[in-house]
Nanobody, 125 residues
Framework: QVQLVESGGGLVQAGGSLRLSCAAS????????VGWFRQAPGKDREFVAA????????YYTDSVKGRFTISRDNAKNTVDLQLNSLKPEDTAVYYC??????????????????WGQGTQVTVSS
C-alpha cells in the first residue's frame, strides 16, 4: 500500500515558477514509477510527466517539455515537479500517482495504482 500527498500548489503569475512535491508512505515506494497528471475544470485528467522507479528515465507530455522537470529522492520517498515558465493553460489540479508498471511509458491513467488528493495550481495572465 502506498499513500501519496501532494503539496506546493498555489497562485502564480504567468512566467512564474512553482515546485510541487509528492510525499509517499510505504516501504516499497522506490519500486514504483511515479507520474504527475493534471485536470482542468471541464476537462479530462491528462498526463504531465513521469519518472521511473530508479529515476533513470523521465517522460513528459509535449506541452511541458523544456518547462517542467520531474525528479525523485527514494531515500526521502518524494517526487518533485518543478514548473517553470508557467502559462495560464497550466492551471489545473495536479495529482501524483504511483505505478507498478515496469515496461513501456507510464503515461496512461489505467497504469497507476495509487493516487494523491491533488493540489491546485492557478496561473494568472
Amino acid at each position: 500500500q502506498v499513500q501519496l500527498v501532494e503539496s506546493g500548489g498555489g497562485l502564480v503569475q504567468a512566467g512564474g515558477s512553482l515546485r510541487l512535491s509528492c510525499a509517499a508512505s510505504g516501504r516499497t515506494f522506490s519500486r514504483y514509477a511515479v507520474g504527475w497528471f493534471r485536470q482542468a475544470p471541464g476537462k479530462d485528467r491528462e498526463f504531465v510527466a513521469a519518472i521511473s522507479w530508479s529515476g533513470g528515465s523521465t517522460y513528459y507530455t509535449d506541452s511541458v517539455k523544456g518547462r517542467f522537470t520531474i525528479s525523485r529522492d527514494n531515500a526521502k520517498n518524494t517526487v518533485d515537479l518543478q514548473l517553470n515558465s508557467l502559462k495560464p493553460e497550466d492551471t489545473a489540479v495536479y495529482y501524483c500517482a504511483a505505478s507498478s508498471v515496469v515496461a513501456g511509458t507510464p503515461n496512461r491513467i489505467f497504469q497507476y495504482d495509487y493516487w494523491g488528493q491533488g493540489t491546485q495550481v492557478t496561473v494568472s495572465s
